[in-house]
């Protein structure tokens, strides 16, 4: 089946810093969702982004499909970004039980 | 008030007993699902319904059951819990158009 590889699995800011997050996946894909999980463990839909470029505030995402991965920029960061993010793909067509598969996600600390 | 809901949000139980975990969700959406999160790990799909006569086995289904009672309820079943059946459970739904995925607050099992 599919794989999705995020990285870094692990990473560490100040406040006010950039970042970028990365998946990538092992076949083509026509569903692509970004999910922040806070330290309380709530999971929040950030982005569908089978393809191209979207914003949302201090938040961006970019997946390019025919070169397998997509990008998670979050700029200005502040503590409330603090989190694990994740990456979910699904292939196939919308009507046959397509479902997500997740990657191990990016665990963020942004530190004041 | 939130548009997907889990009851209970905790819940300590014994090896052996029956436990069900209930989710409702006002979205209108017609595909549920149900995840299990390990510590560390990503999401593991267990169960999915994509209407109230279609239910599915997910990659983790073993020792699980559900039932979709309506298009808004979809409950979760451990017929004999076990202490690896400790984990985060959540709740999700989408509806089949545009596929985004809304969670709701999660349910911490502890098997003892």
């Known amino acids: 089946g599919i794989q999705v590889e995020q990285s870094p699995p692990d990473l560490i800011l100040q406040e006010g810093a950039n970042s970028t997050l990365r998946c990538n996946f092992s076949?083509?894909?026509?569903?692509l969702q970004w999910f922040h999980q806070n330290p309380w463990g709530q999971l929040i839909n950030l982005f569908y982004?089978?393809?191209?470029?979207k914003q949302n505030g201090r938040l961006s995402a970019t997946t390019v499909a025919t070169e397998r991965y997509s990008l998670l920029y979050i700029s200005s960061s502040q503590t409330t970004d603090s989190g694990v993010y994740f990456c979910?793909?699904?292939?196939?067509?919308?009507?046959?039980?397509?479902?997500?598969?997740w990657g191990l996600g990016t665990s963020l600390a942004v530190n004041p | 008030d939130a548009d997907v809901t889990q009851t209970p949000r905790n819940r300590i139980t014994k090896t052996g007993k029956r436990i069900m975990l209930e989710c409702s969700q006002t979205?209108?959406?017609?595909?549920m699902y149900w995840y299990r999160q390990d510590p560390g790990l990503g999401l593991q799909l267990i169960y999915y319904?994509?209407?109230?006569?279609?239910?599915n086995k997910g990659e983790i289904s073993d020792g699980y059951s559900v039932s979709r009672q309506a298009q808004a309820k979809f409950s979760l079943s451990l017929e004999s819990a076990i202490p690896n059946q400790t984990a985060l459970y959540f709740c999700?739904?989408?509806?089949?158009?545009?596929?985004?995925?809304?969670f709701g607050p999660g349910t911490r099992l502890l098997v003892l």
């Open positions: 999700a739904t989408s509806d089949s158009h545009r596929e985004t995925q809304y």
């Open positions: 979205k209108g959406h017609d595909r």
């Open positions: 319904s994509f209407d109230v006569k279609d239910i």
């Open positions: 076949d083509s894909v026509n569903n």
């Open positions: 982004i089978p393809s191209g470029t």
């Open positions: 979910a793909v699904a292939t196939g067509h919308a009507g046959n039980n397509r479902k997500l598969i």
